[in-house]
């Protein structure tokens, strides 16, 4: 059955992506301002155009890419009031116990290994810059799914460049030495080339 429907190419899939993270006022540079600080204490040479490289990367991945249409249009749904009760309530009020939105956004940072899951739950906690202003519920839209969200391409992102530290290291090497452009075709996560 699944051969017989036409598929949506993964080129098209990464830029509906992109454009559904611009729609709801994210930006690739604002994820990169929380890897950057997340990582900038570990990794010697680091710049913002290294994080900003490694959460495009991130976004090429189909684990990302479909959580994060999924949870988008959800929080559209439910701005539109398109979703059926009780879930409408549940997902409006962001309800503390919900728990799927990090459920979902916690699914693609394993594919990042144990650095990410890690990073995922700080900022899950913390809610470190643009996390900060999407969690913040008064007259700012539905974002229950999109903070979670935003926190899962950040940790990936951070646990890339951490594990890109070690390989640049073997080779005594630190990210002052590449540019961003450097940083992709290697890294290694648990066995992932990324
Ligand atoms: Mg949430």
């Known amino acids: 059955m699944d051969q017989l429907q036409p598929r949506v190419h993964s080129n098209a899939v990464y830029e509906a992506t992109k454009e559904a993270l611009l729609r709801r006022g994210v930006t690739i540079q604002e994820i990169a301002n929380i890897v950057f600080e997340m990582q900038i204490a570990y990794n010697i040479g680091l710049t913002i155009e290294h994080c900003i490289e490694s959460v495009e990367s991130v976004l090429k991945k189909r684990e990302m890419q479909h959580a994060i249409l999924v949870g988008v249009e959800l929080d559209e749904l439910a701005e539109k009031k398109m979703l059926s009760a009780p879930l409408q309530q549940i997902v409006e009020a962001d309800e503390g116990l919900f728990g799927v939105d990090e459920t979902i956004a916690l699914g693609s940072v394993f594919t990042y290994g144990s650095i990410a899951v890690t990073t995922f739950g700080h900022l899950d906690k913390n809610k470190i810059g643009i996390i900060k202003k999407l969690d913040t519920k008064i007259g700012n839209g539905i974002h229950t799914f999109l903070d979670d969200l935003v926190a899962s391409v ?32 290697e890294t290694k996560v648990e066995g992932t080339t990324t």
């Open 154 to 185: 950040a940790a990936c992102a951070s646990s890339r460049i951490a594990h890109r530290t070690r390989d640049l290291e073997e080779h005594n090497e630190t990210f002052a030495d590449i540019t961003p452009d450097e940083t992709a075709p």
